[in-house]
């Protein structure tokens, strides 16, 4: 199992690294994402700099990305290493979060994180995009919608997938992905946030 539990990870690390925001970027917008907006290289600031084409092409690779790390170490690993495909799906979110492809300046790991957690346990992974969805809907901020969404997990991994392996997986994507919205916060609580779809 060894081999394969290394594979999984450094196989789950590659597939989150690889840049979709910038390719989907330039093809569909005609510009990196990196040199407009907030310079992240994901959903929110595609979709702002490079349209709607662009952004939902990044939304689903993005998700898919970090669903497909989890698949992956699933079919390598086997019914004995279902624990084990969350740390396939961290070694993702560290991936888009610090891609080496791109000197380790990555995004912000929503997606990614939300893309593994469909695909550990759609009930936990859909609850937490409903609240996405939900909070997106009322207040039009994409980085509040995420840390609503996030701060929601523990309560659906309590309720539908109440083990060790998976809070600590919940505890340690919460710390990742509130670090990578310290200046989001910041701008939340000056009323200066941008909304989801301003240019």
């Known amino acids: 199992m060894g081999t394969d539990l290394a594979s999984s990870l450094v196989i789950g690390y590659l597939l989150g690294a690889i840049p979709v925001g910038i ?15 907030s310079r992240n290289i994901g959903f929110t600031n595609v979709l702002r700099v ?17 669903a497909l ?11 004995a290493g279902n624990d084990w495909e ?12 610090f891609p080496v492809f791109l000197r380790f300046h990555g995004g912000k790991g929503v997606a990614t994180a939300l893309g ?7 009930v936990v992974g859909g609850s937490v995009v409903v609240v996405w969805l939900l909070s ?22 309590w309720l ?21 919205h310290r200046d989001n916060i910041e701008r939340l609580l000056a009323g200066t946030e941008t909304t989801i779809g301003a240019r």
């Open 116 to 122: 593994v957690l469909l695909a550990v346990d759609w």
């Open 50 to 66: 490079a349209g709607k084409a662009a952004g939902v092409a990044t939304l689903i690779g993005d998700l898919g990305k970090g």
């Open 160 to 180: 539908f997938h109440p083990t060790v392996p998976m809070a600590l997986f919940a505890l340690g994507t919460i710390v990742m992905i509130g670090s990578r």
């Open 23 to 37: 390719f989907a970027g330039r093809a569909l917008g005609g510009i990196d994402p990196r040199d407009a907006g």
């Open 69 to 79: 790390a989890v698949l992956i170490a699933r079919h390598f690993l086997g019914a």
């Open 86 to 97: 969350l740390a396939a799906g961290g070694a993702a979110i560290l991936g888009h979060m």
């Open 136 to 157: 997106a809907a009322i207040w039009r901020i994409s980085s509040l919608a995420a840390l609503l969404a996030f701060g929601s997990l523990p309560l659906w991994v």
